[in-house]
């Protein structure tokens, strides 16, 4: 008689499909039946209790999770912001180019470029809003194994296209905010971009010393509150 | 109305907040559960709550409903701890809590309380030493109650690589234990 191995034995005390065949043989053999007991104790003893949660348990994993879900409540704006960013340019040198052809007219009014240079601020603070978000994200994420930064990349891919756009503008007309600070927010930006989806620990640590480093989280936020309060005083 | 986990799925992506938070009501204490089971650590247990949570808001998107929103949330959880365990072998801080309290409050004789507590906390250094995947396919079978198929699927694998890695961990924990077991016969 050909007795059950342990596997067949484990698939026996899981009651797996397979097993009802060996049941049988369990049924008749003491040997396998003996050997069955043995593991049957064993497993029967690896008791791994829980830890009670409070009745208030779910509230309580909410509060924690609400703000950080906060963040992620615009991805459609992430979606849209792109093409939004790029009709806003559009709209400030389309602006510039007609009011500097109205300006051979004497009764030019000051009041459509403040208009054309408050938007340009707007958007431009959105950029940087945005930005700092992928950067806090990333400098606040706690290296832990695999860490899985697709959508930051993917973000980050979109605003170095709309980064570049504001740096050009804000080089060519002075207007707004310091180029310099787009230049290094760029090349952050950038290295985000091309990272790979799933990084290292290490990665991660390296990555967020350089952007601690640079301290283009600061700047970026300092910049996004000029930026907004320029806006609004126009 | 009680929507279902899809129809939450649903709302929830179109950035219904509430959506989400019935799921998270829903399953916050399951997860936790599988989480303790998997780091043996209440602290890790909650930040992997959390992280779970995280990562399945962000990837709702590529919930295609062919499993259900728990299995789907499990493979979540399961790879956060997964991802924890291999972090933490890797720093060989193998300091995990044995499952002590809990068995205080069982009805129990005091040799059977003796024994239990001794296998406990063989147990907790026994489940560390079962590599990621194993402890995942053990929790998940043992304490779950998951087929093979789901837990394949957990672990994106086939059933029966699934059973073979619990197959792998009731040995190492055979071999762990036993020396308990006989003692306290």
Redesign the interface.
């Known amino acids: 008689m050909t007795h059950l191995s ?2 067949q034995l ?2 026996c005390y ?1 009651g ?1 499909p397979e097993s009802l065949e060996l049941q049988t043989h369990l049924a008749v053999c003491q040997e396998c039946g003996r050997r069955f007991e ?2 049957a ?3 029967d ?9 409070l009745g208030s ?2 509230a309580a ?2 509060h ?3 703000p ?2 906060a963040s ?2 615009r ?2 704006l992430w979606n849209a912001a792109p093409a939004l960013a790029g009709l806003i340019l559009i709209a400030f040198f389309v602006g510039q180019w007609v009011g500097q052809r109205g300006s051979t007219h004497e009764n030019a009014s000051a009041t459509p470029g403040k208009i054309r240079e408050r938007v340009l601020l707007v958007a431009m603070g959105d950029h940087l809003e945005r930005s700092q978000m992928v950067l806090a994200e990333l400098v606040n994420t ?7 930064i697709s ?1 930051e990349r993917r973000r980050a891919e979109d605003l170095v296209h709309d980064n570049r756009l504001f740096r050009q503008t804000a080089a060519k007309t002075g207007k707004g905010i310091d180029a310099s600070v787009l230049d290094d927010l760029e090349r952050v930006l950038l290295e985000i971009a091309h990272s790979p989806s799933q990084i290292s ?1 290490p990665e991660l640590e390296n990555l967020q010393r350089r952007i601690e480093a640079q301290g283009i989280l600061f700047k970026v936020r300092v910049v996004g509150t000029t930026v907004r309060a320029k806006g609004n005083q126009l | 109305m009680e929507w279902t986990d899809a129809a939450a799925v649903e709302h929830a992506r179109g ?1 219904n ?1 509430d959506a ?2 019935v799921l ?2 829903r399953h ?2 399951a997860v ?2 599988l989480a ?2 998997m780091t043996g650590n ?1 602290h890790d247990a909650e ?1 992997m ?2 992280e779970t ?3 399945a ?2 990837q709702l998107g590529k919930f295609d409903g062919r499993a259900g929103f728990g299995t789907w949330l499990y493979r979540i959880a399961s790879n956060c701890s ?3 365990i ?2 933490r072998k890797k720093r060989e801080e193998r300091t995990v809590e044995a ?1 002590v ?3 205080r409050s069982r009805e129990a004789g005091p040799e059977r309380l003796t ?2 507590l001794e ?2 906390g063989i ?1 907790g250094s026994a ?1 560390n030493e079962l590599s990621a995947t194993e402890r995942t396919a053990f929790v998940l ?3 779950e109650g998951l087929g ?1 198929d789901e837990i394949g699927g957990v672990l994106g694998v086939e059933a029966n690589a699934a ?1 073979h890695s ?2 792998r961990a ?2 190492k ?2 071999r762990a ?2 020396p308990a ?1 006989g003692a306290a016969r």
């Open positions: 342990e596997e484990i698939l899981y797996e043995t593991l104790c064993m497993l003893a690896c008791d791994y209790p829980v830890p009670e949660r348990y779910e994993v909410w924690r999770l609400e950080k879900l992620r409540k991805w459609w706690r290296p832990s194994g695999a860490i899985d959508e620990s | 950035g907040a989400f938070r998270v009501d916050s204490r936790f559960r303790y089971r209440e930040d709550v959390q949570f995280l990562r808001y962000k997964v991802d924890l291999r972090a499952p309290d809990g068995l024994q239990s296998i406990s147990l489940m079978r043992h304490y093979m059973k619990v197959f009731v040995q924990l055979r234990l036993q077991m």
